[in-house]
């Protein structure tokens, strides 16, 4: 009974790290993509039938008379479940067909196979989502909700990376700055949701917005607030780059104490609210420090983060 769970574990293994590496090749919805694909399923199973292969040729490697416990099996299945990822991207040679180097090995066979997955997801995702963007956003007026769908992205992710941020501002600007119509341009939006935020972000987002007072339609020359999103990622990246976390709160107490400290006390509390919140947030180092320049601009403003952490 043992055995054959030794065998599952080298299977689950080697699959595991199938799904996982077929998962992250797709933003929007990986489950679903994954999950509607026979193509992902193969791919995945392949990955866990060479890892159950590769289990059983270690056990045949094991020295005759050798006694082999339950711990020696589960490094056995362990070492066969991720060793199978490594030899089915492996390279045996490498050759020049025309003018491109082709390596050739189970690892061609992986690409091209990936390759095939690419291409049959992504057709049947563009239905979904054409389907999908077409339903949610045939109404919706691009120009009145453009700045409230970027302020709920960014305000909603705790964990959003500054490059996203800023490909986020950037396709926002892109979409504001088309020459084409508005009904295209609220298109576009849609497919920026889907691939940032996902479908049940998509579908609860404009959900009683007509309730909203979003100021109405923004006049043509309003600032723009994706170029502000990108200036204040700048900001922040010139300024917390490479600062640990610690050394950048310690300053910004050390700016919100000082006698000429340009903060209210509502602002103050503010700042000493994110501080904590961001605190015990997970995540890296940097993208702690990076959300704390964030805090600073939003309760702040741009003039007291320059002051707090570059005049000071």
Sequence with gaps: MLSFWFSALAFGTAALTGIVETLSRYRDEPFKALGTSLFGWFYVILNGALGLAAYYILLQQAPPGEVVDD??????????????AVVIRSRVFTTKVGSHEVAIGPGYIVDQLLLILDR??????ALERTQLVRTRMQDVDFQRVAGYVSTMILGSRQSMSLQDQEDMANQLKQIRDQPTGELEKAFALGFLILDFMGEEFLDEIFQQIDDLDLGGVRPARA???????????????SLLKDVPFDNARDRLEQAMAALESPLDDQQKSSLNNAIQTIAVRSGSDQSKAFSLGFAVIDNAGRDFMRWAFVAR
């Design 71 to 84: 711990v020696d099996f589960i490094k056995y299945a362990l070492a066969a479940g991720f060793g199978a």
């Design 120 to 125: 049959q997801i992504d057709r049947k995702r």
């Design 223 to 237: 600032p723009d607030d994706a170029a502000q999103a990108v200036d204040n990622a700048d900001l922040v990246r």
